[in-house]
T-cell receptor, first 114, second 111 residues
Framework: DVKVTQSSRYLVKRTGEKVFLECVQD?????MFWYRQDPGLGLRLIYFSYDVKMKEKGDIPEGYSVSREKKERFSLILESASTNQTSMYLCASSRGQGLTDTQYFGPGTRLTVL | EDQVTQSPEALRLQEGESSSLNCSYTVSGLRGLFWYRQDPGKGPEFLFTLYSAGEEKEKERLKATLTKKESFLHITAPKPEDSATYLC????????????FGGGTRLMVKP
């Protein structure tokens, strides 16, 4: 079974703090993704990575950065957290081989910025 | 632009009352259509991948079907534990590994 884990289920931070969200997958997947999910807006892609040290912007990258130093780990960084970044953050990974590529999700991190 | 629309937004069923959820999509070329189940406060759990029109897949009380314009998730004799939000997503030929998600259908099954 594919397992994607996220460092925290719940996180509360203050405006202006630097926030790190960590994601680890154990299936040697090439691709990793960060989404945020908000009521009425669905899942929106922030960034994804198709290889170590490689990254591409998704639909809403502003205010975020990412780091992928090892294949199994993908970090999302909020340089200076703001209240509008309060959301559910979901990490996913996929094999990245072949034409059709199933994404597997972690349990999510509910981030509240006060 | 790729689009995915799910209907209804919410569906209430009595236990044992079968029904279907709809996922309509517009893509330039379809590589795959995915169904996920999401429980409140948790990440989406993968259910099915469908690749081409006419394909069907089943898992317990769920059956997913695919046409050139839409997919249905049929739920036969649902139980309260089937209550969840069901998400549909498509992978388009020109989108690499990225998915476009629908807004989801929130299913509530009453005992």
């Amino acid at each position: 079974d594919v397992k994607v884990t996220q460092s925290s289920r719940y996180l509360v931070k203050r405006t202006g703090e630097k926030v790190f969200l960590e994601c680890v997958q154990d299936m040697d997947h090439e691709n990793m993704f960060w989404y945020r999910q908000d009521p009425g807006l669905g899942l929106r892609l922030i960034y994804f990575s198709y290889d170590v040290k490689m990254k591409e912007k998704g639909d809403i990258p502003e205010g975020y950065s990412v780091s992928r130093e090892k294949k199994e780990r993908f970090s999302l960084i909020l340089e200076s957290a703001s209240t509008n970044q309060t959301s559910m953050y979901l990490c996913a990974s996929s094999r990245g081989q072949g034409l059709t590529d199933t994404q597997y999700f972690g349990p999510g991190t509910r981030l509240t910025v006060l | 632009e790729d689009q995915v629309t799910q209907s209804p937004e919410a569906l209430r069923l009595q236990e044992g009352e079968s029904s279907s959820l709809n996922c309509s999509y517009t893509v330039s070329g379809l590589r795959g259509l995915f169904w996920y189940r999401q429980d409140p406060g948790k990440g989406p759990e993968f259910l099915f991948t469908l690749y081409s029109a006419g394909e069907e897949k089943e898992k317990e009380r769920l059956k997913a079907t695919l046409t050139k314009k839409e997919s249905f998730l049929h739920i036969t004799a649902p139980k309260p534990e089937d209550s969840a939000t069901y998400l549909c997503a498509v992978q388009a030929e020109n989108a690499g590994n990225m998915l476009t998600f629908g807004g989801g259908t929130r299913l509530m099954v009453k005992p």
